[in-house]
């Protein structure tokens, strides 16, 4: 029996971000009406005095996300030369990735984003898709089926409060999908570009 492990993210002590995170949360939450106000000062005293996350979580636990809106999805396809899309860049509530002959790489590490859930349904088609999540990003996978080419969810870890969740649904095709969080080159990049 594996023992469990003292440095679980709940555990963790929580940073002014992630308390300024969930009280954004709160306030969006009771400007859209579901939660009142006396509601909203009650969990905010309580986000505010936080110090772990495990007391963090439950005070947008029972939050749903605001309702879809009808916007069309950021559609993109690899193509024969392949297609990536890293660095900064805007994130919408819905893409469309097609990995097409080339494949296409997903990178989400480097962007910001105030979406609670993001829609990702991805094609792998001959080239593959590559998914890159940072860690405490959230990826729900039940609804990709791994077609030939498979699918791989690697991805560890809770969820962070204000983190968001990543709904992926499609298809492995015959090139695969896979979703996983940073390696080890990709992750000495960030570093070095931090300190410039």
Same mark, same amino acid.
């Given at each position: 029996?594996?023992?469990?492990?003292?440095?679980s993210v709940s555990?963790?002590? $929580?940073?002014? !971000?992630d308390r300024e995170a969930v009280v954004e949360q709160l306030q969006e939450a009771a400007?859209?009406?579901?939660?009142d106000l006396d509601e909203l000062d009650v969990r905010l005293g309580q986000a505010l005095g936080a110090k772990t996350f495990a007391e963090l979580e439950p005070l947008t $636990?029972?939050? !749903?996300?605001?309702?879809?809106?009808?916007t069309e999805?950021?559609?993109?396809?690899?193509?024969?030369?392949g297609l990536a899309r890293t660095g900064r860049w805007k994130v919408p509530a819905r893409i469309d990735v097609d990995g097409g002959m080339g494949g296409a790489k997903l990178d989400f590490t480097q962007t910001e984003t105030?979406?609670?859930?993001?829609?990702?349904?991805v094609n792998g088609q001959m080239g593959g898709v590559v998914v890159v999540v940072p860690r405490g990003w959230a990826a729900e996978t039940d609804d990709v089926r791994p077609?030939?080419?498979?699918?791989?969810?690697?991805t560890r870890g809770e969820r962070l409060p204000g983190a968001p969740l990543l709904r992926l649904t499609g298809s492995g095709g015959m090139g695969g999908v896979v979703v996983r969080h940073p390696n080890?080159?990709?992750r000495w990049k960030l570093r070095r570009g931090k300190r410039r």
């Open positions: 029996m594996t023992p469990e492990r003292p440095n555990r963790l002590r $929580a940073s002014d !971000a400007a859209e009406g579901r939660i $636990a029972d939050l !749903a996300p605001a309702p879809r809106n009808a999805p950021l559609v993109l396809e690899g193509g024969i030369h105030r979406l609670r859930e993001i829609e990702l349904e077609g030939m080419g498979g699918f791989k969810d690697r080890i080159w990709e």
